[in-house]
């Protein structure tokens, strides 16, 4: 199976408490962003445009826009292919903000599928990568699963769980 590397994306913004914010990557990883320890690391001068995030009121003013975190109320003038000057909202690469972030452990194990799904591949004496080749996966995306570092899509459980491991699956919505 060919291996695809997607480019971290942000899908939504679970919460903002203090300079900390919790997000769901594209990878299906809720991840949280300490601003606090970033702004040391970037030593954050006033000259910088990001210096008004330093003020709580200014900073959880965050919005998702372009797949990444934004702040309207912080402005970046940038010159177009035309030599006009063009104002922006700050934002930051999301690759940044995926490198500097933590996964969010309470966030990621809601559903807790990782044990299960270890626990039946080795019964049946299955590798990881075994278990990926036959669910059309990948040995890397299995291991975040068992580790309860992801929660995979409805479709890639009913992969692994019925392809892969030859069980069935069955989903309750109350």
């Known amino acids: 199976m060919k291996n695809t590397v997607k480019v971290p994306r942000i899908l939504k913004i679970e919460s903002v408490e203090g300079f900390m914010v ?5 990878n299906g990883e809720s991840r949280i962003i300490n601003f606090a320890d970033l702004f040391k690391k970037w030593k954050v001068k006033k000259s ?21 975190l934004s702040w309207d109320n912080v402005r970046i003038n940038l010159v177009d292919f035309d030599g006009n000057e063009v ?3 700050f934002e ?4 940044v903000l ?12 809601r559903y807790f599928f990782g044990k299960r799904i270890r626990k039946i591949r080795m019964e049946k004496g299955m590798t990881q990568d075994q278990l990926a080749e036959v669910s059309g996966t990948s040995k890397t995306y299995i291991s975040r699963i068992e580790n309860d570092l992801i929660e995979p899509e409805l479709s890639t459980l009913y992969k692994i769980i019925e ?12």
Request: net charge negative; aromatic share 8%; hydrophobic share 35%.
């Open 22 to 26: 919790s997000c769901v990557f594209n």
């Open 163 to 174: 392809i892969g491991l030859g069980r069935k699956m069955m989903v309750d919505i109350k």
């Open 87 to 89: 104002s922006h909202s």
């Open 98 to 109: 995926f490198e500097n972030s933590e996964p969010n452990v309470i966030s990621n194990n």
């Open 48 to 68: 910088d445009p990001e210096f008004i995030l330093l003020n709580q009121e200014e900073f959880k003013k965050v919005s998702l826009h372009n797949r990444t």
């Open 92 to 95: 930051l690469s999301p690759e």
